[in-house]
């Protein structure tokens, strides 16, 4: 199994250009998240899809979008990419049970100039 | 809004000497995780907390979860240069779907 995987692992954009990042899962998990990660500021959730179809906002999700495409892929939307928005981001998944416990992919570093 | 204040920051010791990292809030969570995260990886799971005052050990770290539920501390024996790395807590507040508050996270450096 390869748990989470996540393309790319480094880019770089201008402001106003777009991407999106890939996320997929292969544990049949049914929930996925977006996190992004700061220096001193932990990990803040971005959006998240908890069953294929569905999908919400966290806690900062200004200037991204989501597309739940299946159970096993989760991806993350910039439509104009900003400096603000460079930072490390993160897909995770869960299995529904009751601990809540989250499986991290290995992190796209994004550097808006 | 649910908050998790972490730490200390920063802790750089040396190998062998003790440590303590502090998660604390004024909420209440249903369960709480410890983190590890390495340098270009993304962070993995140590230990999930769930009862009031439940203790959890894991060779040299010991988990606490405090007794309300709302803070939580993780200590190590003896540490080495292998435990070098980011440490995060991580608390579920019994809403739906799993969202987890991080905390700041704590950056450990143990010197050889």
């Not at chain 1, 900003?82 to 991290?104: G, H, I, K, M, N």
């Not at chain 2, 809030?25 to 962070?43: D, H, I, K, T």
């Not at chain 2, 203790?55 to 024996?77: M, N």
Request: proline share 4%.
């Amino acid at each position: 199994n390869a748990g989470v995987t996540q393309t790319p692992k480094f880019q770089v954009l201008k402001t106003g250009q777009s991407m999106t990042l890939q996320c997929a899962q292969d544990m049949n998990h049914n929930s996925m998240y977006w996190y992004r990660q700061d220096p001193g500021m932990g990990l803040r959730l971005i959006y998240y899809s908890a069953s294929e179809g569905t999908t919400d906002k966290g806690e900062v999700p200004n200037g991204y979008n989501v597309s739940r495409l299946n159970k096993r892929e989760f991806s993350l939307r910039l439509e104009s990419a900003a400096p603000s928005q460079t930072s490390v981001y993160f897909c995770a998944s869960r299995l529904v049970s009751d601990t809540y416990e989250q499986y991290f992919g290995p992190g796209t570093r994004l550097t808006v100039t | 809004t649910q908050l998790l204040e972490q730490s200390p920051q920063f802790l750089s010791i040396q190998e062998g000497e003790n440590l303590t990292v502090y998660c604390n809030s004024s909420s209440v969570f249903s369960s709480l995780q410890w983190y590890r995260q390495e340098p270009g990886e993304g962070p993995v799971l140590l230990v999930t907390v769930v009862t009031g005052g439940e203790v959890k050990k894991l060779k040299r770290l010991t988990f606490q979860f405090g007794d309300a539920r709302k803070d939580s501390s993780l200590h190590i024996t003896a540490a080495q240069p292998g435990d070098t790395g980011l440490y995060l807590c991580a608390g579920a507040g019994g809403t739906s779907y799993g969202k987890l508050t991080f905390g700041q996270g704590t950056i450990l450096t143990v010197h050889p």
